[in-house]
């Protein structure tokens, strides 16, 4: 600690060379993030095209989901943990184009992944991303992280938002997009097969129901990421998630929450809040132990 006490003046200025110096010098994951959000504006919704980002080529169904994507993982590090040892075991359910996939391999080149895409369509483009970014490794299956095995229908919206549709369990998304029959792999037998360092869950909405069918099963992961998609105002799973994952063990940590106003219900317009967002993504991580 300096004998000295350093001038207020000092500093703001020493802040502000610090802000100046990041936005003239960006880091290259920031560089990367602005380029591809120049590069959304300027290109229509749902328009499949191939972007470089930071040495990675990229194969997209819809550059502007891509961007959050990109920030979240690369620039913000929402899905960032620390491993036991160099070669953890990951489950990446819900893997879109591969973004998190390819992140984890990042952090760990020795990790070993399987990655689930329901979609198509959305799957040769994580298979493709895969191949070309030096994760070939990874095996990607093209299947629906469900309940049971076997087949079930999903709503191919086309970019990062296709969903299981299961009316029987509340789930009946509202989405463009045809409903198609895919396979679908039981979460349970999986995490039954052997231990999990990292479960990452992000499957629009199915993942109240995917855990509590897992309950059983939890005690073979050590870590959890999951994206809570609140679309019911009537019914909210996080809190029998946050009950469920304590129940099996688990420490949680909550936060990364992104409102939804473009997806309905929204409030009235009588009520004090008109327009506001009933939709939102919650951010769970979940870890055994203590905090």
Known sequence: MSPFPVPPFYRSARRLAGRTKRRLFPAPEVAAWRHSSREAERTPRHTPGTIELMGYRLRYADLLTLCPQWHDLFVAGAYRFQAAGPAPRILDA????????????????????????????????????????????????????????????????????????????????????????????????VLEREPVDLLKLDIEGAEAAVLADCAGALREVRALIAEVHEFDPARRRTPEILALLAEAGFTCALDELHPLPWRPPVAAPDTPFPGRALSWVVLVRAWRGGA
Do not use: M
């Not at 994760?135 to 709503?155: K, N, P, Y």
């Not at 086309?158 to 463009?176: E, K």
């Open 94 to 189: 819900g893997a879109n184009v591969g973004l998190a996939s390819l992140y984890f391999k990042r952090l760990y080149p020795r990790a070993r992944i399987t990655a689930y895409e329901a979609d198509p369509a959305i799957h040769a483009l994580l298979r493709d991303n895969l191949a070309a970014n030096g994760a070939a490794d990874v095996e990607a299956v093209q299947a629906a992280v469900w309940t049971r095995a076997g087949s079930l229908d999903f709503r191919c919206e086309g970019s990062d938002s296709g969903a299981v549709v299961d009316p029987a369990a509340g789930l009946d998304p509202d989405l463009p997009g045809p409903i198609r029959s895919v396979p679908a792999v039981r979460l349970r037998d």
